[in-house]
């Protein structure tokens, strides 16, 4: 039987391998999802970064960051284990803004984004960046669902279950057609 | 067999009680982990939240919010699952700190703490606040294993197996050390 | 006679209802005046907020928010005694900004506003909003005044006596003027 | 009978003159009631800035801005109508406070301080600063009465009725008591 | 031979007269370097002040503040020893900039600028401003320039011959290209 | 001849080597110059980092940024035309820390120290650290000379002329003797 420092030892030769995926998530939906389902056949752990967290009852950022940590985590199902999601607060100083990133989220390898700031941000500090998997963005986007709903068309099929579930819970609808009213 | 809707009307009636644990986790030791799985048993999910997320590389604060998020979320084992681990930076002003983490975590029924200001902040917000589980101060407390990381003695038995993997892995001991050297 | 512990006791039985009412003010005009004097008439007291009141010298916020203060104050009248005039920094995150306001102002019991994103948060927090009395926003308005004043037309007739004043005083037309030159 | 043109010349020629008084008033006492008095008779308006604004629910600053507004707004009694009382946020760059200040307030030709660091910040400015009127210390000072309050003595004859009003409206005691708890 | 004290006694009554000049420097030009030349000969010392400095990887301000010092200081040539360059950062309350730019920087005593809101700050804070010596701006512009980096026309005999070579050492085009992407 | 071209690569393949030493020179004595001096003879430029440059009208932190680069640039003498001086506000993250720096400043090849935190942090980002020259800090601190200026010894010969001239200029000793009076 192995003792305690056999163990650790052997642990830290196990290299776990992670990915990091960056996103607002306003909504989080199906799209998202798939992107996470592929990661998570290329990498062992998955850190999911809620950007502009502290941005919430705006046309553009409607959610709290506490609202979409549910969407995530409660849609993630056997995923969750291997996921972390951190919400990260937005510092509008890009050449500080990987290092702000680091100190919030455990160690990772590779970056997935097809964001060009993000590549550029991450590849002068020196790290992989692969591009995200892709979905079909004319269907399946953040804006496009906020815009429906706002319009009143149904939108529930572009998100997982628990999502809407949320959005109900909060009154998500409600909220974002009353803060589009001041924009008129 | 319920359709979707259905569903969803059901699960909306099945209330999920949430408990809050607020600490800073400079190092998360076993006496954290006895807490939260005694909150376990109370309630059906757990906030973690990390305090002072933006401190580290300081005598009180060694370890990055990045390094802690690790650290529990490895430790946690089949708790994992039911456990939001959110790191949460300190605003200093106390009128709006309970405003702040409520936006950043999802919505939860019972506060746990030991802790005056905390108790007396939520209390003000209208929040149930109940006693933390107790353990023994005098022997678990991460003042007394930064105290021993210093001076050399073995704190390797205080903290899950996981946080001493993580505090080797990013030289933990050795930063405290440097850190600490400042001070003379 | 009473003693001091009954008259105390006297005093918290007799409850004050206070209003909120938040602007601006980039001038203060004769529609906010309105406003106020009906207002006045539902309350006893009136919680008036200097909105963005770090802003200056910018075309949509040429005044100071001490400026504002003096326009204010000096046009209520008979109205000041039963006033609170404070100028309320921005802070760009909406979860907190109940909270925010609610730690600088005294307590309140209702809310006027036709802002739909103010009464969407208030609304959020438990508090009940009114809509704001009306004038004809067409012809009173912030931003038709500061038009007014870019072009020389004549715009006195809109503002109480001692906001023109205020304005000679501080030149706040040659300012305005001089910074809406670098927008073109 | 003059038109309003003649009006508001004549009123430019009027100079009002204003003093300046700032403090943390934690809480507001007959001591600062005494100083402002005295200083009422050598001004026409007296600006009264609650230092340390967005402080509260700590030893020091155990009440927030809004809080101090009620106790000095309604303790002020006749003097209200020549007073502005203006809550102002810390900013800790000394060399910047003097600008930050005078945005925020009305334009003043006094100003009253008897603490150093103020005196020589407003004098590197340029401004004219008088001591301000004694009262005596040992007696009355916001640390003594934070320190009865603690201790369960007599205080309330040290401060306005409407602050000791203000203060059991607020359970301002308890709410210190339980703070300190936190220190031992 | 004069004595320590009776040449510091001399010194003291040999004025220094400094100018100040206050630009983006997205990049630095030779319309910007026409300009400081021109001022050389009016001051006997200038004070080049980078604005924005904490900004860098965005279309308007694609260079951080350490690529910008390098390019004006190593483009200075002689004059070099009677500049002072300093990086400002940004800070949007402009009642309170002239006084946060006082503080960063060496006494001065004429301010040269075209810019109205520059203008308006220092002459309301009772500074002497002088027009900047023009240059053609149709042709010199950091827009233009920028504008011609991303589009693959030839901007390099737009700025000086050090300002290429730092902007090649940082592959400064390839990253405003990259960043531009996003914008599509 | 060469051309323009030809000049550049061939600049490009000069490796100026830069050491930056960082300080909060409250004031900028006689060893802070030794030390520039010594690193001087190891590297082609250094980078003088004013720290805790939003700091000043403290006890700690008397002199503003701007004359802390006055006192230093006035003193380098010959070492002026290659040595950048740029003043550094503090961020309190640490984990953020060196980010924010290498913003701000010329990349640079060496870092020049003797704390331990700093050591620490730039040893953590991968950059070589040296042990800065020693001076005698018995005798030489910054700590020394501002208690001496307080008790009215003579501290004039630890300080470059220059320092002492620009000290009485802003009339130094008063402010800092003020200052002091209040922690009495």
């Known amino acids: 039987m192995m003792n305690r420092e056999d163990q650790i030892m052997q642990q830290k030769n196990v290299k776990v391998i992670r990915g990091l995926y960056v996103g607002r998530f306003q909504p989080y939906h199906l799209g998202h999802q798939e992107v996470i389902k592929k990661i998570s056949k290329e990498v062992d752990e998955i ?21 979409r940590v549910v969407m995530i985590c409660n849609s993630l199902g056997d995923l969750r284990g291997k996921c972390y999601v951190i919400p990260l607060r937005n510092i509008n100083r890009f050449a500080v803004w990987v290092a702000h990133l680091l ?16 590549t550029q941000l991450f590849e ?7 591009k ?10 953040g804006t496009r669902i906020r815009q ?3 319009s009143g068309e149904n939108w529930s099929h572009l998100v997982p279950r628990e999502v809407l579930l949320e959005i109900e819970k909060v009154r998500g609808v409600e909220r974002l057609k009353k803060i589009m009213e001041n924009d008129i």
Do not use: Q
């Not at 502290?54 to 409607?62: A, G, L, M, N, V």
């Not at 455990?106 to 964001?115: A, C, E, G, L, T």
């Not at 002068?124 to 692969?130: A, H, L, M």
């Open 47 to 67: 850190i999911i970064v809620i950007g502009s967290a502290e941005e919430s009852h705006t046309i553009k950022d409607p959610f709290t960051a506490g609202e």
């Open 103 to 118: 100190s919030m989220v455990p160690k990772f390898d590779i970056v997935y984004s097809n964001n060009h700031l993000v």
């Open 124 to 130: 002068e500090s020196g790290f992989e960046v692969r």
């Open 132 to 141: 995200s998997p892709m979905f079909d963005r004319t269907v399946m986007s």
């Open 148 to 150: 429906m709903m706002k």
